[in-house]
């Protein structure tokens, strides 16, 4: 059994910053890809940002230059840092990992979701 755990969400006003986390545990063989999706209100959930096991990110449009992404493979957690965040980034952020429970098969993971609230 794996389990993803975000922690980090919370209010923020318009032009601050939160890092959020997200840490895996359980029996994990190998992580490869980990990400960040978020779902707001009335909305399908969307990616915001990926890394691959060698550290290759990629980010949806709405949130470059202002997001970045992380992973301590040592911690088996991945982070996400935003800045500059807007009202419209408000969200349950949800962290995502394909992990390998053994060498030949993975499977994708979701967290249970961190709330992010962006608003004067």
């Known amino acids: 059994q794996v389990h993803l755990v975000e922690s980090g969400g919370g209010l923020v006003q318009p032009g601050g910053s939160l890092r959020l986390s997200c840490a895996a545990s359980g029996s994990i063989f190998r992580i490869n890809d980990m990400g960040w999706y978020r779902q707001a209100p009335g909305k399908q959930r969307e990616l915001v940002a990926l890394v691959s096991s060698s550290g290759s990110t990629s980010y949806a449009d709405s949130v470059k230059g202002r997001f970045t992404i992380s992973r301590d493979d040592a911690k088996n957690t991945v982070y996400l840092q935003m800045n500059s965040l807007k009202p419209e980034d408000t969200a349950v952020y949800y962290c995502?990992?394909?992990?390998?429970?053994?060498?030949?098969?993975?499977?994708?993971?979701w967290g249970k979701g961190t709330l992010v609230t962006v608003s004067s």
């Open positions: 995502n990992a394909d992990i390998a429970t053994m060498p030949t098969i993975s499977f994708a993971f």
